[in-house]
Protein backbone atom coordinates (compact mmCIF):
# COMPACT_ATOMS: atom_id res chain seq x y z
CA UNK A 1 0.00 0.00 0.00
CA UNK A 2 1.33 3.32 -1.33
CA UNK A 3 -0.37 6.70 0.16
CA UNK A 4 0.09 8.73 -2.72
CA UNK A 5 -2.60 10.90 -3.67
CA UNK A 6 -1.59 12.71 -6.92
CA UNK A 7 1.20 11.47 -9.43
CA UNK A 8 3.15 14.80 -11.19
CA UNK A 9 4.97 14.86 -14.34
CA UNK A 10 5.97 17.79 -15.11
CA UNK A 11 7.27 18.97 -18.44
CA UNK A 12 9.44 21.97 -17.62
CA UNK A 13 11.67 23.08 -14.19
CA UNK A 14 9.02 25.68 -13.77
CA UNK A 15 6.69 23.16 -13.44
CA UNK A 16 8.78 20.56 -11.14
CA UNK A 17 9.44 23.77 -8.86
CA UNK A 18 5.81 24.91 -8.89
CA UNK A 19 5.21 21.20 -7.62
CA UNK A 20 7.55 20.60 -5.42
CA UNK A 21 6.59 23.81 -3.09
CA UNK A 22 3.62 22.10 -2.04
CA UNK A 23 6.32 19.70 0.34
CA UNK A 24 5.62 16.03 0.57
CA UNK A 25 6.77 15.09 -2.96
CA UNK A 26 8.72 11.94 -4.01
CA UNK A 27 10.89 12.64 -6.87
CA UNK A 28 11.31 9.61 -9.18
CA UNK A 29 13.94 9.96 -12.04
CA UNK A 30 15.25 6.83 -13.56
CA UNK A 31 13.39 4.67 -10.00
CA UNK A 32 16.47 2.17 -9.63
CA UNK A 33 17.25 3.57 -6.13
CA UNK A 34 13.51 4.94 -5.32
CA UNK A 35 11.56 1.58 -5.96
CA UNK A 36 14.01 -1.11 -4.16
CA UNK A 37 13.71 1.18 -1.32
CA UNK A 38 10.03 1.79 -1.30
CA UNK A 39 9.50 -1.49 -1.73
CA UNK A 40 11.62 -2.83 0.88
CA UNK A 41 10.08 -0.53 3.30
CA UNK A 42 13.14 1.95 3.52
CA UNK A 43 11.25 4.72 2.59
CA UNK A 44 7.66 5.47 2.60
CA UNK A 45 6.67 8.10 -0.55
CA UNK A 46 5.05 11.55 -0.03
CA UNK A 47 1.27 12.42 -0.69
CA UNK A 48 2.37 13.40 -4.22
CA UNK A 49 5.04 11.15 -6.07
CA UNK A 50 6.33 13.38 -9.34
CA UNK A 51 8.04 11.51 -12.51
CA UNK A 52 10.69 14.31 -13.14
CA UNK A 53 11.76 12.05 -16.74
CA UNK A 54 9.76 14.34 -18.83
CA UNK A 55 11.10 17.69 -18.48
CA UNK A 56 12.45 19.28 -21.27
CA UNK A 57 16.15 20.04 -21.43
CA UNK A 58 17.37 17.94 -18.58
CA UNK A 59 18.82 15.27 -20.51
CA UNK A 60 22.48 15.50 -21.92
CA UNK A 61 25.80 16.77 -22.01
CA UNK A 62 27.04 20.24 -23.75
CA UNK A 63 30.50 20.70 -23.79
CA UNK A 64 31.25 24.83 -24.09
CA UNK A 65 34.20 27.19 -24.34
CA UNK A 66 34.11 26.93 -20.57
CA UNK A 67 33.47 23.23 -19.34
CA UNK A 68 30.64 20.60 -19.05
CA UNK A 69 26.88 21.15 -17.94
CA UNK A 70 25.76 17.29 -17.62
CA UNK A 71 22.01 17.35 -17.43
CA UNK A 72 20.57 15.19 -14.24
CA UNK A 73 18.58 13.29 -16.04
CA UNK A 74 21.77 12.62 -18.03
CA UNK A 75 21.84 8.77 -17.99
CA UNK A 76 24.99 6.35 -17.24
CA UNK A 77 24.82 4.77 -20.81
CA UNK A 78 24.72 8.88 -22.23
CA UNK A 79 27.74 8.81 -20.15
CA UNK A 80 29.49 6.12 -21.24
CA UNK A 81 28.41 6.83 -25.30
CA UNK A 82 29.97 10.31 -25.10
CA UNK A 83 32.93 10.62 -26.68
CA UNK A 84 34.05 13.87 -24.87
CA UNK A 85 33.79 12.37 -21.32
CA UNK A 86 35.75 9.78 -22.54
CA UNK A 87 38.18 12.09 -23.81
CA UNK A 88 38.07 14.98 -21.60
CA UNK A 89 36.27 13.29 -18.27
CA UNK A 90 38.21 9.83 -18.30
CA UNK A 91 37.40 9.26 -14.48
CA UNK A 92 34.12 9.63 -15.16
CA UNK A 93 34.17 7.53 -17.98
CA UNK A 94 35.73 4.70 -16.10
CA UNK A 95 33.06 4.76 -12.98
CA UNK A 96 30.23 4.43 -15.91
CA UNK A 97 31.85 1.57 -17.12
CA UNK A 98 32.29 0.35 -13.74
CA UNK A 99 28.73 0.70 -13.05
CA UNK A 100 25.99 -1.59 -12.65
CA UNK A 101 24.48 -3.90 -15.96
CA UNK A 102 23.43 -2.29 -19.16
CA UNK A 103 19.78 -2.13 -17.73
CA UNK A 104 20.50 -0.38 -14.87
CA UNK A 105 22.69 1.91 -16.71
CA UNK A 106 20.03 2.49 -19.22
CA UNK A 107 18.16 4.08 -16.45
CA UNK A 108 19.86 5.36 -13.85
CA UNK A 109 20.65 8.92 -14.02
CA UNK A 110 23.37 10.67 -12.59
CA UNK A 111 20.78 13.16 -10.54
CA UNK A 112 19.79 10.37 -9.34
CA UNK A 113 22.94 9.05 -8.12
CA UNK A 114 24.10 12.13 -6.37
CA UNK A 115 20.73 12.72 -4.66
CA UNK A 116 20.44 9.08 -3.39
CA UNK A 117 24.00 9.99 -1.41
CA UNK A 118 25.40 6.56 -1.20
CA UNK A 119 28.89 6.64 0.27
CA UNK A 120 29.62 4.01 -2.16
CA UNK A 121 28.16 5.95 -5.32
CA UNK A 122 30.30 5.58 -8.38
CA UNK A 123 29.32 9.03 -9.92
CA UNK A 124 31.03 10.78 -6.48
CA UNK A 125 34.53 10.38 -6.92
CA UNK A 126 35.16 11.52 -10.08
CA UNK A 127 33.06 14.47 -9.95
CA UNK A 128 34.91 15.64 -6.90
CA UNK A 129 37.83 14.75 -8.71
CA UNK A 130 36.94 17.42 -11.10
CA UNK A 131 35.46 20.02 -8.72
CA UNK A 132 31.98 19.27 -9.96
CA UNK A 133 29.23 21.82 -9.11
CA UNK A 134 25.72 21.28 -8.40
CA UNK A 135 22.73 23.22 -9.92
CA UNK A 136 19.83 23.29 -7.67
CA UNK A 137 16.53 25.00 -8.95
CA UNK A 138 13.61 25.99 -6.92
CA UNK A 139 10.17 28.63 -7.08
CA UNK A 140 9.76 30.06 -3.82
CA UNK A 141 8.25 33.10 -5.28
CA UNK A 142 6.89 34.49 -9.26
CA UNK A 143 9.74 33.02 -10.72
CA UNK A 144 12.59 30.05 -10.45
CA UNK A 145 15.80 30.55 -8.57
CA UNK A 146 18.85 28.91 -8.83
CA UNK A 147 21.69 28.40 -6.61
CA UNK A 148 25.04 26.25 -7.53
CA UNK A 149 27.04 24.63 -5.12
CA UNK A 150 30.11 22.60 -4.99
CA UNK A 151 29.68 18.94 -5.02
CA UNK A 152 31.56 18.63 -1.64
CA UNK A 153 29.19 20.96 0.40
CA UNK A 154 26.08 18.85 -1.50
CA UNK A 155 27.17 15.54 -0.34
CA UNK A 156 26.56 15.76 3.59
CA UNK A 157 25.90 12.16 4.83
CA UNK A 158 24.58 8.65 4.27
CA UNK A 159 21.27 9.49 2.17
CA UNK A 160 21.72 13.04 3.47
CA UNK A 161 22.65 16.08 1.21
CA UNK A 162 22.11 19.98 1.56
CA UNK A 163 19.03 19.70 -1.12
CA UNK A 164 16.16 21.68 0.05
CA UNK A 165 13.14 19.76 -0.20
CA UNK A 166 11.43 22.31 -2.79
CA UNK A 167 14.94 22.04 -4.74
CA UNK A 168 15.25 20.52 -7.98
CA UNK A 169 18.43 19.56 -8.89
CA UNK A 170 18.96 20.06 -12.75
CA UNK A 171 22.31 19.87 -14.08
CA UNK A 172 26.44 19.16 -12.97
CA UNK A 173 28.84 21.49 -14.27
CA UNK A 174 32.18 21.05 -14.38
CA UNK A 175 35.35 23.43 -15.87
CA UNK A 176 37.09 21.92 -18.39
CA UNK A 177 40.67 20.27 -17.19
CA UNK A 178 43.81 21.80 -18.50
CA UNK A 179 45.11 19.67 -21.64
CA UNK A 180 48.02 18.41 -18.60
CA UNK A 181 45.24 17.05 -16.27
CA UNK A 182 45.34 13.32 -15.63
CA UNK A 183 42.25 11.45 -14.16
CA UNK A 184 41.22 8.13 -13.46
CA UNK A 185 39.06 5.79 -10.99
CA UNK A 186 39.56 2.55 -9.51
CA UNK A 187 36.88 0.38 -8.19
CA UNK A 188 37.15 -2.92 -6.20
CA UNK A 189 34.03 -4.70 -5.44
CA UNK A 190 33.22 -8.83 -5.53
CA UNK A 191 32.09 -8.30 -9.16
CA UNK A 192 33.36 -4.64 -9.70
CA UNK A 193 30.56 -3.82 -12.88
CA UNK A 194 27.78 -5.43 -10.90
CA UNK A 195 28.47 -4.65 -7.08
CA UNK A 196 28.46 -1.46 -4.91
CA UNK A 197 32.17 -0.91 -4.42
CA UNK A 198 33.67 -1.86 -1.41
CA UNK A 199 36.11 1.06 -1.92
CA UNK A 200 36.32 3.28 -4.87
CA UNK A 201 39.51 5.95 -5.73
CA UNK A 202 39.28 8.73 -7.98
CA UNK A 203 42.43 10.35 -9.07
CA UNK A 204 43.28 13.65 -10.48
CA UNK A 205 46.07 16.19 -11.05
CA UNK A 206 47.96 18.86 -13.61
CA UNK A 207 51.02 16.23 -14.50
CA UNK A 208 54.07 18.55 -15.20
CA UNK A 209 57.78 17.92 -15.06
CA UNK A 210 57.60 14.60 -13.32
CA UNK A 211 55.04 16.10 -11.31
CA UNK A 212 51.63 16.48 -10.01
CA UNK A 213 49.92 19.70 -9.64
CA UNK A 214 46.54 20.82 -8.02
CA UNK A 215 46.01 16.95 -6.76
CA UNK A 216 42.39 15.71 -6.23
CA UNK A 217 42.00 12.38 -4.55
CA UNK A 218 38.82 11.16 -3.35
CA UNK A 219 37.46 8.05 -1.91
CA UNK A 220 34.49 5.89 -1.60
CA UNK A 221 32.80 3.19 0.87
CA UNK A 222 35.23 4.47 3.76
CA UNK A 223 33.46 7.50 5.59
CA UNK A 224 29.90 8.98 5.46
CA UNK A 225 30.32 10.16 2.42
CA UNK A 226 32.36 10.02 -0.64
CA UNK A 227 35.20 12.24 0.48
CA UNK A 228 38.51 13.96 -0.60
CA UNK A 229 41.88 12.73 0.96
CA UNK A 230 43.76 15.99 2.30
CA UNK A 231 46.75 14.07 3.48
CA UNK A 232 47.45 12.13 0.21
CA UNK A 233 46.58 15.39 -1.33
CA UNK A 234 49.39 16.89 0.35
CA UNK A 235 51.74 14.14 0.07
CA UNK A 236 51.67 14.65 -3.37
CA UNK A 237 51.25 18.39 -4.36
CA UNK A 238 54.16 19.57 -6.02
CA UNK A 239 56.95 16.40 -5.31
CA UNK A 240 58.55 14.36 -7.76
CA UNK A 241 56.60 11.28 -8.27
CA UNK A 242 58.56 8.45 -7.44
CA UNK A 243 58.58 5.65 -5.41
CA UNK A 244 59.11 6.94 -2.46
CA UNK A 245 56.13 9.96 -2.93
CA UNK A 246 53.87 7.27 -3.93
CA UNK A 247 54.46 4.91 -0.81
CA UNK A 248 53.94 8.58 1.58
CA UNK A 249 50.72 9.01 -0.41
CA UNK A 250 49.49 5.84 -0.31
CA UNK A 251 50.33 5.75 3.78
CA UNK A 252 48.75 8.99 4.52
CA UNK A 253 45.19 8.19 2.79
CA UNK A 254 45.09 6.21 6.13
CA UNK A 255 45.02 9.24 7.93
CA UNK A 256 41.85 10.33 5.97
CA UNK A 257 39.77 7.59 5.92
CA UNK A 258 37.29 6.12 8.29
CA UNK A 259 35.69 2.58 7.11
CA UNK A 260 33.21 0.35 8.92
CA UNK A 261 33.24 -3.10 9.38
CA UNK A 262 30.28 -4.34 6.82
CA UNK A 263 29.16 -7.38 5.25
CA UNK A 264 30.91 -6.28 1.84
CA UNK A 265 34.77 -6.08 3.92
CA UNK A 266 36.30 -5.42 7.29
CA UNK A 267 37.67 -2.07 8.27
CA UNK A 268 41.33 -3.63 8.35
CA UNK A 269 40.66 -4.94 4.61
CA UNK A 270 39.23 -1.74 2.73
CA UNK A 271 42.53 0.06 4.57
CA UNK A 272 44.81 -1.98 2.69
CA UNK A 273 42.53 -1.74 -0.42
CA UNK A 274 42.85 1.96 -0.30
CA UNK A 275 46.68 1.68 0.22
CA UNK A 276 47.35 -0.53 -2.06
CA UNK A 277 45.59 0.47 -4.97
CA UNK A 278 46.14 4.51 -4.70
CA UNK A 279 49.56 3.12 -4.95
CA UNK A 280 49.18 0.98 -8.11
CA UNK A 281 47.28 4.37 -9.62
CA UNK A 282 49.62 6.26 -8.72
CA UNK A 283 52.64 4.10 -10.39
CA UNK A 284 50.06 4.21 -13.71
CA UNK A 285 50.37 7.55 -13.84
CA UNK A 286 53.93 7.72 -13.28
CA UNK A 287 54.78 5.45 -15.54
CA UNK A 288 51.97 6.34 -18.26
C1 LIG B 1 20.92 -3.80 -9.27
C2 LIG B 1 21.44 -2.43 -8.97
C3 LIG B 1 22.79 -2.17 -9.18
C4 LIG B 1 23.29 -0.90 -8.89
N1 LIG B 1 24.63 -0.69 -9.10
C5 LIG B 1 25.15 0.54 -8.83
C6 LIG B 1 26.53 0.79 -9.06
O1 LIG B 1 27.29 -0.06 -9.55
N2 LIG B 1 27.00 2.02 -8.73
C7 LIG B 1 26.21 2.99 -8.20
O2 LIG B 1 26.70 4.09 -7.92
N3 LIG B 1 24.89 2.78 -8.00
C8 LIG B 1 24.34 1.59 -8.29
N4 LIG B 1 23.00 1.36 -8.08
C9 LIG B 1 22.17 2.44 -7.53
C10 LIG B 1 21.41 3.29 -8.57
O3 LIG B 1 21.26 2.62 -9.81
C11 LIG B 1 22.10 4.65 -8.81
O4 LIG B 1 22.29 5.35 -7.62
C12 LIG B 1 21.35 5.53 -9.85
O5 LIG B 1 22.23 6.47 -10.40
C13 LIG B 1 20.15 6.28 -9.26
O6 LIG B 1 19.57 7.06 -10.29
P1 LIG B 1 18.02 7.01 -10.60
O7 LIG B 1 17.77 7.95 -11.71
O8 LIG B 1 17.54 5.63 -10.78
O9 LIG B 1 17.46 7.61 -9.22
P2 LIG B 1 16.04 7.41 -8.53
O10 LIG B 1 15.96 6.04 -7.94
O11 LIG B 1 14.95 7.85 -9.41
O12 LIG B 1 16.21 8.48 -7.35
C14 LIG B 1 17.20 8.33 -6.34
C15 LIG B 1 16.99 9.44 -5.29
O13 LIG B 1 17.30 10.71 -5.83
C16 LIG B 1 16.16 11.58 -5.85
N5 LIG B 1 16.26 12.29 -7.12
C17 LIG B 1 16.48 11.72 -8.35
N6 LIG B 1 16.68 12.68 -9.27
C18 LIG B 1 16.55 13.87 -8.63
C19 LIG B 1 16.67 15.23 -9.06
N7 LIG B 1 16.97 15.57 -10.34
N8 LIG B 1 16.49 16.22 -8.15
C20 LIG B 1 16.21 15.91 -6.85
N9 LIG B 1 16.11 14.64 -6.38
C21 LIG B 1 16.29 13.64 -7.27
C22 LIG B 1 14.96 10.68 -5.69
O14 LIG B 1 13.88 11.33 -5.04
C23 LIG B 1 15.55 9.56 -4.82
O15 LIG B 1 15.58 9.96 -3.47
C24 LIG B 1 22.45 0.11 -8.37
C25 LIG B 1 21.08 -0.13 -8.20
C26 LIG B 1 20.58 -1.40 -8.49
C27 LIG B 1 19.11 -1.65 -8.29
Not at 123 to 131: D, K
Not at 193 to 202: E, F, K, P, Y
Request: hydrophobic share 40%; charged share 20%; aromatic share 4%.
Amino acid sequence: MTNVERYLVPRTIEEASEGLRGGDVSIVAGGTDLMPQSQSGKIKFGAALMNIRRIEGMRGIVRSANGFRIGALTTITDLLDSPEIRSELPALWQASDHFASDQIRNAATIGGNLCNASPAGDTHAPLLVYAARVVLASKPNAAVQTRIVPLSDFLVGPGKTSRAAGELLTAVEIDAPPPSFVSKYFKFGTRPALDISTISIGLGGVREEGRLRNVHVAIGAVAPTVIRAPHAEAALEGKVLDKTTIQAAAAAADHDIRPISDVRASDWYRRELVRNMLERMLLDVCHG
